[in-house]
């Protein structure tokens, strides 16, 4: 893969520990590869909740939450998939075909109860990924907003 053009948007880690959240920087390489989005964040050791929220080249955003039984996956445009290596990382690690070429429809795949745990049911987050005319950032932004971390998403975000 040497030489080819990095990939726009950007990749934070997002962990809640004794009540706190922190948002950190992931390094690029989480943004073309799905594995390793789920090593970076399984490095990060926490008695709380850890998950990674990547926006794509303005187009998508994937949720990764590391667990000892394996990632749990968002992705908020399947079609993506025809287009972005890490859209299609999501798929096979989820067991799903991609979408055929033609079909212009827009609909995630994955675990939509993601983040129920930490205050975003499963139809909440279905609404907010519904809204595509949002970028994936504004998206995230709302999820941000709903979990209670939208002030270090945003400070993150503005350093980035």
């Given at each position: 893969m040497a030489g080819e053009e990095p990939v726009a948007g950007f990749a934070m880690a997002v962990v809640r520990e004794d009540g706190r959240w922190r948002c950190s920087a992931l390094d690029n390489a989480a943004l073309a590869e799905l594995d390793a989005a789920i090593t970076a964040l399984a490095k990060m050791r926490s008695t709380g909740a850890v998950f990674g929220l990547l926006a794509v080249d303005e187009e998508f955003f994937v949720i990764v939450r590391p667990s000892p039984r394996g990632a749990s996956l968002l992705l908020s445009d399947a079609a993506a998939a025809l287009d972005y290596d890490i859209a299609a990382d999501v798929l096979d690690?989820?067991?799903?075909?991609?979408?055929?070429?033609?079909?212009?429809?827009?609909?995630?795949?994955?675990?939509?109860?993601?983040?129920?745990?930490?205050?975003?049911?499963?139809?909440?987050?279905?609404?907010?990924?519904?809204?595509?005319?949002?970028y994936p950032d504004e998206q995230l932004q709302m999820i941000a907003q709903r979990c209670g971390f939208e002030n270090e998403f945003t400070a993150l975000l503005d350093e980035l």
């Open positions: 690690l989820l067991r799903v075909d991609p979408p055929d070429e033609e079909d212009e429809s827009v609909w995630p795949e994955g675990d939509l109860e993601v983040l129920a745990d930490l205050g975003l049911p499963g139809a909440e987050l279905q609404v907010i990924v519904g809204e595509v005319e949002l």
